[in-house]
């Protein structure tokens, strides 16, 4: 894994992750990766549900490289790459045993819950996560 990640978590999988055939359904890796992002967030102290403007997601873009099997301990790895105005770019990994399996790429724009439309990213939440991640955004 090429990339530096400075949040990473590790997943415990359970009875209702794993299908017949011994692997983890692709919807439960989309879970894997929204709680990935949630927990980034707690963690870069970004408490978005407390402010007008808060972060929602509009687009997600998923590479499935490698099967997630049952014996597997998952971690998920997380950042912000790049922030826009009114948007900012994730990117995920999930890896298991130094592989990665599953790669997330996910756009959050800004959202007003007053004027039910697109807003720009409070500086504040641009900062802490510029904090959280020692200023290596783009």
Do not use: W
Request: net charge negative.
């Amino acid at each position: 894994m090429e990339e530096t990640f400075c949040h990473k978590l590790p997943l415990q999988l359970r009875f209702n992750d794993v299908d017949m055939m011994g692997h983890v359904n692709n919807a439960v890796i989309m879970e894997f990766f929204d709680y990935g992002k949630m927990k980034y967030f707690d963690d870069a102290k970004i408490y978005v549900e407390k402010e007008t403007t808060t972060l929602v997601i509009v687009h997600y873009e998923v590479d499935f490289v490698g099967q997630i099997v049952r014996n597997d301990e998952p971690e998920v790895y997380t950042k912000v790459v790049r922030f826009g105005n009114k948007s900012l770019e994730v990117l995920q990994h999930i890896v298991c045993n130094g592989q990665v399996k599953a790669v997330c790429k996910t756009i959050m724009s800004g959202y007003n819950r007053n004027t039910q439309s697109s807003d720009f990213i409070p500086q504040s939440i641009k900062d802490a996560i510029m904090n959280y991640e020692n200023n290596n955004i783009k």
